[in-house]
């Protein structure tokens, strides 16, 4: 009797460290579960880190193309409008001998080979530079490609021999050329349109 019972209190004994065991294997199972998981969301960390980085590289070197192609055009414009200068002060009749675009876009104007002020211009010369401005950026932007029309609407501060030499500047530079002009002014070869017949 008596080894029977030390044996049911060692069998006891066995059980419990048995259940310990048990309890302290299923705790480290629940810690292996979450370590994991851990590392799955690592992984999936890593992975959307790398692609995050792959997405900036492309950011990086599309926002390098675009830098280049917008120093490239503002180029192509200062040289059109460089060259629509030429062509400006030589036929229109102009206080200033030459202007030109700063790399920053500001209009610069010599009179007497000096700096003037935009002040200093007629609204005739104004609305002449900044036409030519417009025009550049046409050209430079290929816009003919995508409308052939170019259409100016209250050209009213430029003389009517300029209007007339505005006119006969722009007429190749696309398929329709439309301005409005005042009555008074002339229409040579124009085909004129009265909005007054319109219903």
Request: charge should be negative; charged fraction near 45%.
């Given at each position: 009797d008596e080894q029977i019972e030390?044996?049911?209190?060692?069998?006891?004994?066995?059980?419990?460290?048995?259940?310990?065991?048990?309890?302290?294997?299923?705790?480290?199972?629940?810690?292996?579960?979450?370590?994991?998981?851990?590392?799955?969301?690592?992984?999936?960390?890593?992975?959307?880190?790398?692609?995050?980085?792959?997405?900036?590289?492309?950011?990086?070197?599309?926002?390098?193309?675009?830098?280049?192609?917008?120093?490239?055009?503002?180029?192509?414009?200062?040289?059109?409008?460089?060259?629509?200068?030429?062509?400006?002060?030589?036929?229109?009749?102009?206080?200033?001998?030459?202007?030109?675009?700063?790399?920053?876009?500001?209009?610069?104007?010599?009179?007497?080979?000096?700096q003037v002020s935009l002040d200093a211009l007629s609204e005739g010369e104004v609305e002449l530079l900044g036409l030519v401005t417009a025009v550049a950026g046409f050209n430079a932007y290929d816009v003919e490609e995508v409308t052939p029309v170019i259409l100016l609407d209250q050209v009213g501060a430029l003389a009517d021999d300029n209007l007339t030499l505005l006119a006969d500047y722009l007429d190749d530079r696309a398929d329709s050329l439309v301005l409005t002009a005042y009555p008074e002014n002339t229409t040579v070869g124009a085909q004129q349109i009265d909005t007054a017949q319109w219903q």
């Open positions: 030390a044996l049911e209190g060692e069998v006891d004994d066995e059980d419990r460290e048995l259940a310990d065991v048990q309890s302290e294997r299923k705790y480290k199972e629940a810690e292996l579960e979450d370590l994991e998981a851990e590392i799955e969301a690592a992984e999936a960390a890593v992975e959307e880190v790398e692609k995050l980085e792959t997405q900036e590289e492309n950011l990086e070197s599309e926002i390098q193309d675009l830098r280049t192609r917008k120093d490239e055009m503002q180029s192509r414009i200062r040289s059109a409008f460089d060259s629509s200068i030429e062509t400006l002060v030589a036929e229109f009749e102009t206080s200033f001998e030459t202007a030109r675009l700063t790399s920053q876009f500001e209009l610069v104007v010599a009179r007497n080979g000096r």
